[in-house]
Structure formats: structure tokens, C-alpha cells
């Protein structure tokens, strides 16, 4: 961040907690393709779903003082591209595609399992996420009927669509095309509040005042565009934090500085997530 730039953050969150999940990568830690009722073919919307629960059933709260954003630079992309071969093929047009290519849609079947009443988004962004959805986050807060924002990314593997659109979007730069597995799909989800709200750790922009910009790190920034690898690093940093205190320097187009309250952590460390699931790369 150059001098002058607004920070991402106007205020610090806390981290209630981090989920992440990812399917046919070929990494060690891929889980099965969790089941959701009206959901087919594709990875999106059930790992949006799995990150989702488990941060909401890890720490569960009121519904109605809940909101939820959703990042995706293309969205479900393995849908659109089914629907879109059925089109081209002659077959009948199936509304259950048409239904699940929009993100809107998961938000709402998880709205209805865990009773949240509040906003609920679905943004695509091309610049990086985790400052897209903290800075969106940070600014849901300031609802006083709000108390908690659960933020999320979805990113789904490679695809001829994904390819091409993924080229024109960087076609005066030299960003690489997502080298995934078509029938790979990753998510990650965060679970924030003000600070003093049980979160046993808080996050804010590393240039505002009272930060440690020294803080420990060990995680490179991506400058991959609308790549959703800094929650996955966001989510290890979280862990670590848990484990270990101290603080930890989150880099990235917007660096943020990740702080352990040890009163909160004495509450929560012992049912932290002893295994890191490393970010994808």
C-alpha cells in the first residue's frame, strides 16, 4: 500500500473462525464432494456449503444479526458450461442448472439451515478477495443490528470458459490461468465480529495505528488475479495464531496484521484444528 491510500479497514475484526475445503486438486488433504440436496454436477455450491456449516457450527449465533458475502471472480463456472453443452446439443432446457449457476442460490438454502435473516451478496472481483470481503465485512459492522459477517470464496478448477475469459480479462498483463483440474473446486470462509465479541483473534490493515508491522510471517503474497489462495492463508494464519500467539503478518495487496487476545484464545485453543490445511498454490 502506497502512502496515501485509504487502509482497507477503518476498524479492526475479530475472527470467530476459518473454514476451508477443497475437492479433486490431487492434494492430500481433498475431501469427498460433500452432498447438497438440489445441487448437482458441480463442486460450487456444496464446498461454499461445507466451508459455510462449519464455521456456523463451530460458533453459532443469532441468524438475524448474521450477514453473508460471497467472492467469486466467475462463479459456478462447471454449471454454466453444462448448461451451455445441453443448449448447443438440443437437449431440454434443465431450470435446476439455471437455478444453481447463480451463487445467490447457496446463500439462500444456507440461510434457511442456519435462520440468517441478514444481507447476504455475491460479488466478483478481479482484485484480491480477502481485502474485497474484510473491507465489505468492515463495513456490514457498522449496522448496529448486525453482530456477525460470514465471509466466503469459491474458486472452481480449470475450464476451456474459464480459460478464455480468464485471457481476456489479463490480456495486457501475464497472470496464469488457474492450473487446476477441471473437476476441481476450492472454499474457504471466515466467521468475523468487532473485537471483544469471544473472537480470539483480530484482524486490521498493517498500516493502521497500533500494529506490528514486524510481525512474524511465512506466507508470500499471490498476485494472481480474483485467486481466492489469501483466505486459505488467511484461515493457516488463524490456526497458527491459536496455537501459538503472537503476531502475524498477513501479505498481500493489502497487508493486514493478525493479533492473538489471549483471553478470548484460553477459551478456544484447546477445540482449534490441530491439522493445517495448506493453501493451494
Known amino acids: 500500500m502506497t502512502t496515501g491510500e485509504k487502509s482497507p479497514l477503518r476498524a479492526p475484526l475479530g475472527i470467530l473462525a476459518t473454514a ?106 478481479f482484485d484480491d478477495p480477502v481485502t474485497e470481503l474484510l473491507a465489505m465485512a468492515d463495513l456490514l459492522l457498522e449496522d448496529p443490528e448486525l453482530d456477525r459477517v460470514l465471509v466466503l470464496g469459491v474458486e472452481l478448477g480449470g475450464s476451456e470458459r474459464l480459460a478464455a475469459i480468464h485471457r481476456e480479462l489479463t490480456a495486457d498483463g501475464d497472470s496464469p490461468v488457474p492450473d487446476l483440474p477441471a473437476s476441481a ?35 508470500e503474497a499471490v498476485d494472481r488475479p480474483g485467486s481466492i489462495q489469501g483466505l486459505f492463508d488467511l484461515a493457516a494464519a488463524h490456526r497458527r495464531l491459536l496455537r501459538e500467539g ?18 478470548d484464545t484460553a477459551d478456544t485453543a484447546d477445540t482449534a484444528d490441530d491439522t493445517e490445511t495448506h493453501a493451494h498454490q
Open 185 to 219: 473446486g476450492l472454499a474457504a470462509a471466515v466467521l468475523l465480529s468487532r473485537p471483544g465479541a469471544g473472537a480470539p483473534v483480530t484482524i486490521r490493515s498493517a498500516e493502521t495505528p497500533g500494529t506490528d508491522t514486524e510481525a512474524d510471517t511465512d506466507v
Open 246 to 263: 503472537r503476531n502475524l503478518l498477513l501479505p498481500g495487496p493489502a497487508a493486514f496484521v493478525l493479533t492473538t487476545d489471549t483471553a
Open 20 to 125: 476451508t475445503a477443497t475437492h479433486g486438486t490431487g492434494r492430500d488433504d481433498d475431501i469427498p464432494l460433500p452432498r447438497l440436496p438440489g445441487f448437482v454436477e458441480s463442486a460450487f455450491s456444496p464446498l461454499a456449503y461445507e466451508v459455510s456449516r462449519q464455521c456456523l457450527t463451530e460458533r453459532p449465533g443469532d441468524g438475524s444479526r448474521t450477514a453473508v458475502a460471497l467472492a467469486s471472480l466467475l462463479g459456478d463456472t462447471t454449471t454454466a458450461d453444462l448448461a451451455s453443452r445441453r443448449m448447443v446439443s438440443g437437449k431440454v432446457h434443465n431450470p435446476l442448472l439455471f437455478m444453481q449457476a447463480t451463487p445467490n442460490s447457496v446463500l439462500g438454502h444456507t440461510s434457511r439451515e442456519f435462520q440468517i435473516t441478514g444481507q447476504m451478496f455475491s460479488i466478483s472481483t
